[in-house]
């Protein structure tokens, strides 16, 4: 096969794949030495009846360097798992979370327009994320509200949050 005929490089020291697989059995060590002297003789079971596997595991030795990856890493599963994530949370803390998981700054809001006596002020919120600003178009009578409309515009634009 040809598996068995590439080679481990570990720093100076060259390993091909058959040292893994036909080495000798431990013999000393720590571990044989506590398995001893909880009565473990060689060529017995593991276990309280000793019916364990006396065949060690065989390794199964990842040559090629593409690393693993899982259903959920693939790049159509991620805009709708991160929708998922997002959804039921205040748009405020969705787009902060955001920002964090894409190791953009965090969110910039500014106020755009105050409006209104002072009894009954309207406000116009603005955010800046990874250097774009996003705006609401309609003024909110709390700035609470016109923070969260600003951040919905924003993840509405990052196709992040359902429109």
Known sequence: MWIWKQQLKFGNLQLNLDTFTRAA????????SLLKKMGWNPGEGLGKNKEGSLVPLILDIKMDKKGLVSEGESGKNNMSSSVK???????????????????????????????????KKSFLFKVEVNGVEYQSIMPSSNKKIAKADAAIVCLQALKVFPL
């Not at 205040?90 to 327009?113: D, F, G, N």
């Open 25 to 32: 059995p431990v013999t000393e060590g720590k571990g044989m």
């Open 85 to 119: 994530e997002l959804q039921g949370k205040h748009p405020v803390s969705a787009l902060m979370e955001l920002c964090s998981k894409r190791k953009w700054k965090p969110p910039l809001y500014t106020i755009m327009k105050d409006i209104g006596p002072p009894h």
